[in-house]
């Protein structure tokens, strides 16, 4: 039987698994001179580790479960694949939890991943390069790019290929799902509190100033490429109908009240809507209309690329650091 079909010599063959809160996904790929990438393998899984971390603080046996099978599965792909580098990263909900640490340790044991719980700070600076990979580097339009997770959200503004700015907000699908929205369908009022606690998380984390320099968005993630493809009435799903997909705000809108209209067994036969993420989805479109209405942007283009290729071109040297801007000045005693 042939074995795997090596990189070419000039390439690096990377596979990424990203734990995170609320899905499993793994990237296989090969990444060439100037950070150009030749994907093999794609895949996606709705594993909800983050499932009660909110309020427990722990990650619960079943969840972990979950995403372990999940892990059975990539570890036989990454293997066919033979990679020359092998990496997991985790976010916000094994960040979150008190046996965090434990289960890093798990998956770097179990699976042989060079395994990872990244800060926010690197979260933000991957998602960017991700999502700005294929963009021209002298572009210097100031740009937004929003990762809503299920555990934490990132916004992070930066041109070019360089994050300038960015913040790690707590709040995700999951978590405010958990938190607000018990009714099914969900109420006025549920959702009305939703999107007041999205919003004061932005006001109190995002400088006005801040919020009123980008003049561009690029949503990556589950809530973003779901509004897409429902717009679209994609079924199968297509990543390349989506990827570059443009939504304005009143289409945001619009496919809100339709989905926070239905009960959780029809939203799941929504065309475009992955079963699996209609138990979220009205929290992450009622947070994607907060982002856009706080930074006064009239929609976003919709992309595949994210913390994955991010984490990819990372491993095999590409991608710049993040530029932090130097903290206030600490106020005199006194003053």
């Known amino acids: 039987m042939p074995g795997p079909e090596p990189p070419p010599s000039d390439h690096t063959r990377v596979a990424v698994v990203d734990i995170g809160t609320n899905s499993t996904r793994l990237l296989i790929a090969d990444v060439g001179p100037e950070g150009r990438i030749r994907e093999l393998r794609r895949h996606s899984g709705v594993t909800r580790l983050g499932e009660g971390v909110d309020h427990d603080r722990r990650l619960k046996d079943a969840a972990i479960d979950r995403v372990c099978r999940a892990l059975d599965e990539y570890s036989k792909l990454i293997a066919a694949e033979a990679p020359d580098l092998a990496t997991a990263v985790m976010t916000s909900a094994v960040r979150d939890a008190a046996n965090g640490p434990e289960f890093a340790?798990?998956?770097?044991?179990?699976?042989?991943?060079?395994?990872?719980?990244?800060?926010?700070e690197d979260e933000a600076r991957l998602t960017f390069l991700g999502a700005t990979?294929?963009?021209?580097?002298?572009?210097?339009?100031?740009?937004?790019?929003?990762?809503?997770?299920?555990?934490?959200?990132?916004?992070?503004?930066?041109?070019?290929?360089?994050?300038?700015?960015?913040?790690?907000?707590?709040?995700?699908v999951v978590r405010q799902t958990e938190r607000h929205l018990t009714s099914d369908p969900p109420t006025r009022t549920e959702l009305t509190r939703l999107r007041?606690?999205?919003?004061?998380?932005?006001?109190?984390?995002?400088?006005?100033?801040?919020?009123?320099?980008?003049?561009?968005?690029i949503a990556v993630a589950g809530t973003a490429t779901?509004?897409?493809?429902?717009?679209?009435?994609?079924h199968p799903y297509d990543s390349a109908r989506v990827h570059?997909?443009?939504?304005?705000?009143?289409?945001?809108?619009?496919?809100?009240a339709r989905l926070a209209g239905l009960p959780l067994a029809e939203r799941r036969r929504v065309r475009g809507l992955h079963p699996d993420r209609a138990p979220t989805i009205i929290a992450g479109v009622a947070m994607l209309i907060e982002i856009l209405?706080?930074?006064?942007?009239?929609?976003?283009?919709?992309s595949e690329h994210d913390l994955l290729r991010g984490v990819a071109l990372d491993r095999a040297?590409?991608?710049?650091?993040?530029?932090?801007?130097?903290?206030?000045?600490?106020?005199?005693?006194?003053h």
């Open 105 to 120: 340790a798990l998956v770097a044991e179990r699976y042989g991943l060079d395994a990872h719980l990244i800060p926010g």
């Open 226 to 234: 779901s509004c897409a493809a429902i717009d679209q009435g994609l």
């Open 196 to 217: 007041a606690d999205v919003r004061a998380l932005i006001e109190r984390h995002v400088p006005a100033a801040e919020r009123r320099l980008p003049c561009q968005a």
């Open 133 to 172: 990979s294929e963009r021209d580097p002298d572009h210097r339009a100031a740009t937004l790019v929003l990762d809503i997770g299920g555990g934490s959200t990132e916004l992070i503004r930066g041109s070019g290929r360089e994050a300038i700015f960015h913040v790690s907000l707590q709040a995700g």
């Open 293 to 302: 209405e706080a930074f006064d942007l009239p929609g976003f283009e919709t």
């Open 244 to 256: 570059g997909y443009h939504l304005d705000l009143t289409t945001c809108r619009l496919i809100l």
């Open 317 to 334: 040297g590409f991608g710049p650091p993040v530029r932090t801007p130097p903290a206030p000045p600490v106020p005199a005693p006194g």
